[in-house]
């Protein structure tokens, strides 16, 4: 009789509500409680579970849709699901209530269940109560058991929830869903509801209320300050084994208390399992930029959540350079990215004034009467479309176009070129598929070479703006995406490399690609191995620099929908000093913009700062006016050729001498006024002096050493 009442539980033949007694004897690891909603939901709600509607009309009900481990004789697997759409996103809270359930016979019941996210919006909660009997669930004391739920639009397994704390009383669980038209209606999905007994507790398991994106930017603070822009998120480390570490990276403080920052927290582990309040901020000891995730320590593991990232340096100081895809932007077309172009374009433009870059390459641009709307909304800035595009002029109107949009104060284009719009059928004779479909089918990378001027320095600069082949569609001996993207990124690092090998080069856009590996499915045919398609980069570390790679190893995202990286940004050797050092990041709106995904796009900006003062001499001293008022200092002789001496005035700043390169050859602190540079041994050339201020003024001077 017990072996038959288990077997008929894991059938699904017994509801949850014949389920509220056990039997006596329980083998840990057994089975006790299985839904798979595959028999239960066939008739609508299965038995035993409530749904109750707080606001709107939106609710759970079944689905055909479910996670296919088990499947019904039909072969429909089913499941519940709620998405709170409706013509618009629409404001709902739903309640989702299981049966009673009394976990008195067991030793460690643990509860695990799968789901699935589609869409934007406010993500679900979890909760348990030993009170709730019927009616509205806001009348009852409900208890959170932390997020569990997915974090994309796969089934994924919320891992094993302890439940033994409450085995003294019957409980109910809860599943509660919100959206509104503000912050988006998501689709979420719900499957193989379990709940197991074990011998015993489950690995810690540590959860937050954090988003798939919340990576959180601090304003600038000067070096040796604290800033007073405080950022904080919710955790719990369910089941710890033992104590809870939580350390941040250099120019940045944690607290429990909003007080007594520091880097590094420790927690017992009874308070490591309680409800908990992180908070963060900026406190910066050094010049720079600063970046790195939140990492958590406990049980032999080390679990990174979120991205912190800050400077010192403000921002007219250096040259901010943004890649975006903006997801068919302008499109009044059907599933062409959001439904209104004209909340598109006021989110885009109310962004792009927020970061107030200098540069940037955009991507899938495609109504050209809404960018023209767009760029007239920013003040100072001009644009470029390339005129490349897919399939060529038959369908350029409609096609995803690749634009620069500049500031105009500090960026003057000199050329505006599409690459690679010689090459023939004969070059890529061996393409893996027709020769018509390089580079996307036409839509070829896009240059432009612009004079940069910056804190009285001027600069060349050329970028490259990309949209490579995307992976939409899947692989197949017909669509070899992989295999093409890679041929195009192999053919446009070859011109590169014989075109512009000695210029200050960055290539940036939307790779439909990460730089560690691959995205693309390995397990097809066509894809050989998990290489990423721009390896030909990777591996030519002497001439190129992936800058933005660091975010890759972060585990961040810039397509919202997916575990990766895919915009990024790649700088030539000759620009890699210029890098201000961690200031690659992703940006993310700020309150104002909400329910992004649906009404913005489905990636996010990649921004990273470069520093004139860092870039080779030989460029900057062409930009710096012959006489720099610059009382109290004086050089000495000048042309040079054995002993440089350096008299300042009331004055013990830094003084670094650089080379043609860019690179500091020596960098000195005066004492009592004056510095000596021994320049015999260097080649003849023009250097450059740099001179850190006492009030935090650079100053520049050109030497001859001849």
């Known amino acids: 009789m017990y072996l038959l009442y288990f077997f008929l539980v894991f059938l699904g033949k017994i509801t949850f509500a014949n389920l509220r007694e056990v039997p006596d004897i329980l083998t840990p690891n057994s089975i006790i409680i299985q839904e798979n909603f595959n028999r239960s939901c066939t008739k609508g709600i299965p038995p035993g579970w409530t749904v109750y509607g707080v606001t709107g009309n939106q609710t759970w009900t079944c689905t055909t849709y479910g996670h296919k481990t088990i499947q019904t004789d039909n072969e429909i697997s089913y499941a519940l699901q709620i998405n709170g759409y409706s013509g618009k ?38 909760f348990i109560s030993t009170d709730y009997e019927d009616g509205d669930p806001n009348a009852a004391t409900w208890t ?86 405080l950022q904080s998120f919710e955790f719990l480390l369910s089941d710890p084994s033992g104590g809870l570490t939580i350390r941040v990276n250099e120019g940045f403080g944690i607290s429990k208390t909003q007080n007594g920052f520091s880097q590094q927290l420790s927690y017992t582990a009874e308070e490591a399992a309680r409800n908990n309040t992180l908070w963060i901020r900026f406190e910066p000891q050094t010049e720079g930029a600063f970046h790195g995730p939140i990492s958590f320590l406990f049980a032999d593991s080390i679990q990174q959540v979120s991205f912190l990232s800050g400077s010192t340096i403000n921002q007219e100081e250096t040259l901010d350079i943004v890649t975006w895809n ?29 970061m107030d870059a200098d540069i940037y390459a955009l991507q899938e641009i495609t109504n050209l009467d809404q960018f023209q709307k767009l760029v007239a909304s920013l003040e100072g800035y001009e644009a470029e479309i390339s005129p490349a595009a897919s399939y060529g002029a038959s369908d350029f109107e409609a096609a995803q176009k690749l634009a620069f949009l500049y500031k105009t104060s500090t960026v003057s284009p000199v050329t505006f070129r599409v690459l690679l719009q010689g090459v023939t059928s004969e070059d890529i004779g061996h393409y893996p598929a027709e020769p018509n ?73 939307d790779l439909n690609d990460d730089l560690d590996e691959t995205i693309a499915d390995t397990n097809a045919s066509t894809v050989s ?26 585990d961040l995202r810039s397509y919202i929908l997916s575990d990766n990286i895919i915009d990024h940004m790649i700088l030539s050797n000759e620009l890699a000093e210029s890098y201000l050092c961690q200031s690659a990041r992703i940006v993310v709106p700020e309150d104002g913009i909400a329910n992004f995904l649906n009404n913005t796009s489905d ?104």
């Open 89 to 126: 996103a629409a404001e709902n809270e739903s309640w989702l209530i299981s049966p009673v359930y009394d976990l008195s016979h067991f030793q460690f019941p643990l509860l695990s269940f799968y789901s699935r996210v589609a869409f934007d919006g406010p993500r679900p909660q979890l």
């Open 144 to 229: 959170a058991l932390g997020d569990r739920f997915a974090r994309g639009d796969h089934w994924t397994h919320s891992g094993k929830i302890n439940l033994a704390r409450y085995k003294s009383r019957a409980i109910r669980l809860a599943l509660v869903y919100f959206s509104s038209n503000e912050q988006g209606a998501a689709r979420w999905t719900l499957d193989d509801w379990t709940i197991t007994n074990s011998g015993q507790a489950p690995a810690p398991f540590l959860s937050t209320n954090l988003e798939n994106t919340d990576y959180m930017h601090f304003e600038t603070v000067q070096a040796g300050q604290s800033g007073t822009d």
């Open 326 to 354: 903006i997801a068919w932007f302008g499109s009044d077309l059907p599933y062409q990215g959001p439904e209104d172009p004209g909340k598109q374009l006021e989110n885009v433009s109310q962004l792009i004034r927020a």
């Open 437 to 509: 479909r390089f580079w996307a089918s036409g839509r070829l990378p896009f240059l432009m070479e612009a004079e940069i001027r910056l804190g009285g320095m001027q600069q060349t600069l050329s970028l490259v703006n990309l949209h490579a082949r995307s992976n939409g569609g899947g692989e197949s001996a017909a669509n070899p995406r992989y295999a093409m993207r890679k041929f195009d990124a192999t053919v446009l690092k070859d011109s590169l490399d014989q075109y512009y090998g000695t210029e200050n080069l960055l290539i940036l856009g």
């Open 529 to 554: 191995g998990s290489e990423t398609s721009f390896i030909r980069f990777m591996l030519d570390k002497d001439n190129y620099f992936p800058v933005t790679l660091a975010l890759t190893e972060a």
């Open 603 to 706: 990636h996010l900006p990649v921004i990273i700062r470069l520093d004139p003062k860092k870039s080779p001499a030989n460029n900057l001293i062409l930009g710096l006016p012959e006489e720099i008022n610059t009382s109290g200092i004086s050089l000495y002789p000048n042309p040079v050729n054995q002993t440089l001496f350096v008299q300042l005035k009331g004055q013990n700043p830094q003084v670094s001498l650089i080379n043609p390169m860019g690179k500091i050859i020596q960098t000195r602190t005066s004492q009592e006024g004056m510095i000596a540079f021994d320049v015999s041994m260097l080649p003849r050339g023009v250097y450059l002096l740099h001179i850190t201020g006492e009030a935090s003024r650079d100053i520049y001077k050109k030497i001859i050493v001849r």
